[in-house]
């Protein structure tokens, strides 16, 4: 039996291991993790919604409190289904680039449901391995049940819209690229999470809320082990993004005060009309019967890409 045995040598310790792979470092070499942090830096603006899109969201109040529910909505189905943080991030990145190019004035709430189902749906198919059927995905928390047709309709249009680009540039996709120096990393995704619902934010880079979350966390806690990558990114920031990192950390000061009111609209909200956390869910009548909508409203949104280029 000996003979079967192999020759590898194995840590004694469990904590040897653990220590092992907690300071090893995910790029080999200070020139590939600067490579990375430039490659996104580079294309990161290509993916951000258009100037004055802040503004306009403010402007509108009903296409703000539906931007708010959706963006609610995938963080509660990010954790019902244990998507990965790149799927509800990208997600909420293919919702603000399909609004700030297609306005969506005039639309019905049911649209910007069919919308949010749609980017989570596309963002799961890129990022999962094992994304949720279309059914799943309206389980919980949405207030009409589409026909997986109509779903893969929305789908080809938010596409369409993106030019079939996918691969977004969000905060997250910074923090996963040193996120093996980061001791307390969920800490940082929750913050990050908290800072989504709020459009305001949406006014600065990536990068810059990146920078800034680590940043302003950081300072009462010692996430950073080993802040070398950390380090290399910042000082590849863009000097003119500097003033934006500033502010954007003032606007955070408050970051204990957006945990309290996210945690408040998780447990005392009457908006969110969710279910208990169960994957078994009994369906009620209302729930059950698929959504009625006449062909010329889904048109509208189908063809918005076309209205758009015949101007």
Known sequence: MESLLCDEIWLEKEEELKNDVENSCFFKSKEDCEEAFEILLNKEISYMPKIGYVKFIKENCFIENARFKAIHWLIKSQRRWNLSFGTVFGAASYLDQFISLNKCQGWKYWMFELLSIACLSVASKFHETSPPQLLELQMEGVGHLFESTMIQR?????????????????????????????????????????????????????????????????????????????????????????????????????????????????????????????????????????????????????????????R
């Open 154 to 310: 929305m789908e080809l249009a938010l596409l369409e819209t993106l030019g079939w680009r996918l691969n977004s540039t969000t905060p997250y996709s910074y923090i996963e690229l040193f996120q093996w120096s980061i001791n307390s990393l969920k800490t940082v995704n929750d913050l990050l999470l908290r800072i989504l619902l709020d459009a305001k934010f949406l006014e600065f880079r990536p990068c810059v809320i990146a920078q800034s979350v680590v940043t302003c966390i950081s300072e009462d806690l010692s996430l950073l082990i080993d802040d070398s990558c950390f380090n290399n990114f910042t000082r590849l920031i863009p000097q003119d993004q500097k003033d934006d990192i500033s502010k954007c950390q003032r606007m955070m000061i408050n970051k204990q005060f957006l945990i309290n009111q996210f945690q408040e609209l998780i447990i005392t909200s009457g908006v969110f009309n969710y279910g208990p956390p169960s994957p078994v869910t009994v369906l009620t009548m209302d729930q059950h019967d698929l959504c009625d909508i006449p062909q010329g409203d889904i048109n509208y949104i189908s063809n918005a890409n076309k209205r758009k280029r015949e």
